[in-house]
Protein backbone atom coordinates (compact mmCIF):
# COMPACT_ATOMS: atom_id res chain seq x y z
CA UNK A 1 0.00 0.00 0.00
CA UNK A 2 3.17 2.14 0.88
CA UNK A 3 6.22 2.36 -0.43
CA UNK A 4 9.27 3.58 1.00
CA UNK A 5 12.90 4.38 -0.57
CA UNK A 6 16.08 5.79 1.56
CA UNK A 7 18.75 7.56 -0.03
CA UNK A 8 22.07 9.94 1.25
CA UNK A 9 23.62 7.29 3.52
CA UNK A 10 27.13 7.27 3.32
CA UNK A 11 30.54 7.56 5.26
CA UNK A 12 31.24 10.64 7.08
CA UNK A 13 33.89 11.94 9.98
CA UNK A 14 32.69 12.91 13.23
CA UNK A 15 31.49 16.62 12.75
CA UNK A 16 30.51 16.42 9.48
CA UNK A 17 26.99 16.26 8.14
CA UNK A 18 24.40 14.18 6.15
CA UNK A 19 21.13 14.74 4.23
CA UNK A 20 19.16 11.64 4.13
CA UNK A 21 15.99 11.45 1.82
CA UNK A 22 12.91 9.20 1.60
CA UNK A 23 10.28 9.05 -1.30
CA UNK A 24 6.87 7.95 -0.55
CA UNK A 25 4.74 6.30 -2.89
CA UNK A 26 1.25 4.27 -2.92
CA UNK A 27 -1.68 4.49 -0.55
CA UNK A 28 -0.04 7.29 1.45
CA UNK A 29 -1.31 11.12 2.42
CA UNK A 30 0.03 14.45 3.11
CA UNK A 31 -1.93 14.54 6.50
CA UNK A 32 0.04 11.40 7.50
CA UNK A 33 2.79 11.86 9.43
CA UNK A 34 6.35 10.38 9.20
CA UNK A 35 9.21 9.51 10.90
CA UNK A 36 13.20 8.43 10.69
CA UNK A 37 14.33 4.82 12.70
CA UNK A 38 17.86 3.61 13.29
CA UNK A 39 19.11 0.76 14.11
CA UNK A 40 22.78 0.16 15.49
CA UNK A 41 24.70 -3.47 14.94
CA UNK A 42 23.12 -5.78 18.21
CA UNK A 43 20.93 -2.88 18.95
CA UNK A 44 17.38 -2.54 18.98
CA UNK A 45 15.27 0.03 16.28
CA UNK A 46 14.73 2.94 17.67
CA UNK A 47 13.05 6.00 17.00
CA UNK A 48 15.12 9.13 15.77
CA UNK A 49 12.73 11.94 14.83
CA UNK A 50 8.83 12.39 13.58
CA UNK A 51 7.06 14.81 11.67
CA UNK A 52 3.37 15.42 11.51
CA UNK A 53 1.65 15.46 8.28
CA UNK A 54 1.87 19.16 7.54
CA UNK A 55 5.05 20.01 8.50
CA UNK A 56 4.28 22.17 11.60
CA UNK A 57 4.94 19.86 14.62
CA UNK A 58 8.55 17.84 14.92
CA UNK A 59 10.13 15.87 17.85
CA UNK A 60 13.08 13.90 17.91
CA UNK A 61 14.83 11.50 20.24
CA UNK A 62 17.32 13.41 22.89
CA UNK A 63 20.24 12.08 21.25
CA UNK A 64 19.72 14.16 17.84
CA UNK A 65 17.94 17.56 19.57
CA UNK A 66 20.13 20.39 18.23
CA UNK A 67 22.16 18.07 15.79
CA UNK A 68 19.02 16.28 13.83
CA UNK A 69 16.33 18.60 11.81
CA UNK A 70 13.30 16.12 10.13
CA UNK A 71 11.12 18.50 6.96
CA UNK A 72 9.14 17.33 4.53
CA UNK A 73 7.86 18.38 1.49
CA UNK A 74 4.24 16.53 0.40
CA UNK A 75 4.24 17.92 -3.09
CA UNK A 76 7.27 15.74 -3.61
CA UNK A 77 6.28 13.16 -1.41
CA UNK A 78 9.52 12.94 0.56
CA UNK A 79 10.53 13.27 4.01
CA UNK A 80 14.00 14.89 4.62
CA UNK A 81 16.59 14.11 7.62
CA UNK A 82 19.60 17.15 7.66
CA UNK A 83 22.17 15.41 10.48
CA UNK A 84 24.31 17.80 11.29
CA UNK A 85 27.73 17.58 14.20
CA UNK A 86 27.56 13.76 13.33
CA UNK A 87 28.81 11.30 15.85
CA UNK A 88 30.62 7.67 15.89
CA UNK A 89 27.34 7.00 17.97
CA UNK A 90 25.02 7.85 15.26
CA UNK A 91 26.35 4.79 13.20
CA UNK A 92 23.00 3.02 12.19
CA UNK A 93 20.94 1.95 9.35
CA UNK A 94 18.85 4.74 8.93
CA UNK A 95 14.96 3.90 8.29
CA UNK A 96 12.01 5.98 7.00
CA UNK A 97 8.94 5.03 8.47
CA UNK A 98 4.63 5.10 8.11
CA UNK A 99 2.92 4.64 11.36
CA UNK A 100 -0.45 2.48 11.41
CA UNK A 101 -3.66 4.77 11.42
CA UNK A 102 -4.90 5.28 14.81
CA UNK A 103 -1.26 5.75 16.31
CA UNK A 104 -0.56 7.79 18.93
CA UNK A 105 2.58 7.39 20.59
CA UNK A 106 4.94 8.14 17.48
CA UNK A 107 8.15 6.99 19.24
CA UNK A 108 7.25 3.40 19.22
CA UNK A 109 8.60 1.10 16.59
CA UNK A 110 5.80 -0.96 17.13
CA UNK A 111 3.69 1.07 15.91
CA UNK A 112 4.60 1.56 12.53
CA UNK A 113 3.13 -0.79 9.49
CA UNK A 114 5.64 0.58 6.44
CA UNK A 115 9.56 0.86 6.54
CA UNK A 116 12.12 1.46 3.86
CA UNK A 117 14.71 -0.63 2.97
CA UNK A 118 17.01 1.35 4.96
CA UNK A 119 20.31 3.55 4.25
CA UNK A 120 23.47 3.08 6.19
CA UNK A 121 25.30 5.69 8.06
CA UNK A 122 28.74 5.30 9.34
CA UNK A 123 30.51 8.30 11.01
CA UNK A 124 34.00 7.39 11.78
CA UNK A 125 35.62 8.98 14.37
Known amino acids: QVQLAESGGGLMQAGGSLRLSCAASGRIFSSDAMAWFRQAPGKEREFVAG????????TYTDAVKGRFTISRDNAKNTVSLQMNSLKPEDTAVYYC??????????????????WGQGTQVTVSS
Open 97 to 114: AHPRGGTYNYRSRHNYDY
Open 51 to 58: ISGSGRMT
